[in-house]
C-alpha cells in the first residue's frame, strides 16, 4: 500500500482572514517601504514567511493560561509555575524573567564581559553579537568551514570547529574569554543543528579551559529534532529527553521564548549558579523590570509555561519541521538554489544564485526578497551582507559568503496549501530574475540597519 498522506496535529479553532492584494497595490507598498520587507505594514502581506518570532499560534490550552494570569508586581503564581517548568523540562535552576531573547543578551553581556574580551559563538545572530560589542568584546566566529558553504548537505553544520576554538584560546589566551555561546539550530547559517557529540566535546573542552558554557536555546526543540533523526544512538529517544540533554551540558541559558516555545512575547535568562543569579536578579530590575516578572505579564509567563511543555512533544515537532521540510522539497523539485540541508525553521533561499547578474554590494538577496514580495505578497527576510553591518573597527561591511533570504514557518499558522503557493510565487520570481535590479541604501541606520535601512533600485554598469 501507498504511504498515507499527512497533516497537521492540530485542528483550527479560530481564523484570521487575509488580504489579497493587486501587483500594482504591492508596488506602491515596497516602494513606500524604501525596498525593505520590515518596513511593510502588515495588513498589505498575504503570507507572512518574514520571521518565526513571536508569531505562532497559541493553542487553547495556552489561551486558557492566559485568563489565569496572576498579574501581582512581586511573586506572580504564574513566575513560579515558569520557573518550575524551565528547572523541569530545560534543567537549569534559576530563571531571570526578560521581555525577549535580547533582553537576556544585554543582561548576560553586562554581567560576564569586560573590554577587550572574546566571545566565540557557532556564527553569530544580530542582536547578540551587538550586545557582546556593546559591551567591549569582539565576536569570533568558530561554526565549521561547511556552515559557510549553502551547498554543503553536512548534516549538523551548526557543529563548532575545535581547531578554530583552539586558536583563539592559543592566540588571545583563555582568561580573556568569558564564555562561549552556543546556539541550537543556528539560525543565519540556515537553521542547521548542532550534534550532541559536539555539544558534549564542548562541555569537557569548557571545563579544562574554565571558560563558562552558554546555551542559547531559542530554538532547542528543533534542534533535538534533527539529533533523533540523525544522530546514532538517539532515534528511541523522545525531543523532550533529548532537549533535556542538551540543556544539561550548558550553563547559562538565554531564550527567545517567541520561537519554540510559541509565545507573542517573552524570554530569559536561565542558570545553574546561585551567585551569578543574585546578580543577574540586581541588573533585570534595571533594565527589565522585578526578577519575578522581567519584562513579561504575569499571563504571558503562565503561556510560556504551558508553551514549554507543547514544543517537545514528538508529534508537534515532526510537523513543525516536516512542514519546512516539505517547502524545501517543493523548491528543490523546481531547482530552486535554497542552503542544504533543510533547517529546523525556515528555507534560505540562495540570493547569489538565483540574481547572479548582481555583486554583493548591490544587496542582492534584500533585492530578491523585495522581488518575491512584490510578485505575490509574500514576506520574507534578508539574510545577507545587510543584516552583517559593519564592522566597528574599520567601519567596512561585513562580506558574509551567505547571501540568504529567509523564507521563516511560523509555528502552526500556515497550512500546506500556503506552502505550495510560496513554492510556486518563488520559482515565478526566479524565472524572470534577470528583470531584478540592485539596490543602494538611501537611509542607513548605524545599529542592526537591516531593521530599518530604506533603499532604492540601480541600474549597475
Ligand atoms: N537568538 C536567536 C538565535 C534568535 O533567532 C533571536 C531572534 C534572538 C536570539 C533574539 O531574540 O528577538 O526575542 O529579542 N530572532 C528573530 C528572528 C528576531 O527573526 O530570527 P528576540
Redesign the pocket.
Known sequence: MQKRSWAEPYKIKMVELLKMTSPEDRRKAILAAGLNTFLLRSEDVYIDLL???GVGAMSDRQWSGIMMGDEAYAGSRNFYHMRDTIEAYYSYKYTVPTH????A?HILSKMLIKAGDYIPGNMY?T??RLHQELAGATFVDVIVDAAHDPDNTMPFKGNVDFDKLNALVDDVGAEKIPYICI?TCV?MAGGQPISLRNLKELRVWCDKHDIRFVH?M??VAENAYFIQKQEIGYADKSIQEIVYEICQLSDIATQ?S??DAMVNIG?FLAMNDAVLYEEACALVVVYEGLHTYGGMAGRDMEALAIGIVESVQDDHIHARVGQVEYLGQRLMDHNVPIVQPVGGHAVFLNARKILPHLRQEHFPAQALSAALYQESGIRS?ERGVVSAGRDKDTGENYMPRLELVRL?IPRRVYTQAHMDVTAESVVDVMHKADQVKGLRFTYEPELLRFFQARFEEINPA
Open positions: 520571521t518565526d518570532s525577549q531573547g535580547r533582553g543578551e545572530f542582536t547578540t546556539a539560525n542559547d531559542t530554538r527567545s517567541k520561537k524570554g527576510m521563516t
